[in-house]
């Protein structure tokens, strides 16, 4: 257990999960030179320099502004922005459009200063993600199929189960499986105008987290504005506790 919480802290293995989805998107005859990439929640851009170095222009967006001088470091090309990033796609949105969209989401429920619970995850980020895209893009981000309960943050854990439970539907939200996330995020892009163009999930740390990855196209047909469950219920039945 020691040795891999050195492993996790070195974050070794998040950068070879980084590595296998560039490895992933190479397959699928993606064109990264070309590309302007974003990651949000950029933090120190450990896990992302192997994307980063791949595409023609990578931005950075990280609400800590103690960041920003090992940023700069590692990034000294890219533009450093220090924003809530959630805040920022909350208002209108007029600015850069990306081609590709990293999100280095937390993994609990979080917020600014005395606010500590008021986000969860992308779930409060994800809704504004069309913001970001012209007409096509590849989104990226992390999902905690198996998340660690700690007893010591009883409380907010709970906030964070029951957060997931009002995004994910009535399952067992400390086991979700990889099949129905794929579906799950399908329904959500769908109903927020994005076309799929194709779908994958790669493990960053297994069999907790996984790097999900689709290429989205704008659709501007209207969409029902919802998440179809009826097309999900056999599958939230699988999943339920």
Known sequence: MKDLKKIISEKKLFR??????????????????????????????????????????????????????????????????????????????????????????????YGPNKESTKYCEHFDILENIYKLINKEAIIIFLVNKKPFFYNKLHKKNLIWKNRRKEFYGDIDVENIGSYYLIKFYEEYFNKNKLEIIFSKNIPRHHPHLDYFIFKVRKNEVEVINSIDWISLNPLLERYKK
């Not at 001088?69 to 909350?90: P, Y």
């Open 16 to 109: 070879s999960g980084m590595k296998n989805v560039v490895q992933y998107l190479l397959s699928k005859n993606i064109k990264l030179g070309e590309l302007s990439g974003v990651e949000i929640f950029g933090g120190t851009g450990e896990t992302d320099i192997f994307l980063a170095e791949k595409l023609k222009i990578f931005e950075i967006w990280e609400i800590d502004r103690n960041c920003f001088v090992e940023l700069k470091k590692k990034f000294s090309k890219s533009k450093i922005d220090i924003c809530n990033s959630i805040e920022k796609l909350e208002k209108e949105y007029n600015d850069t459009k990306f081609d590709v969209i990293v999100m280095d989401n937390p993994m609990n429920v």
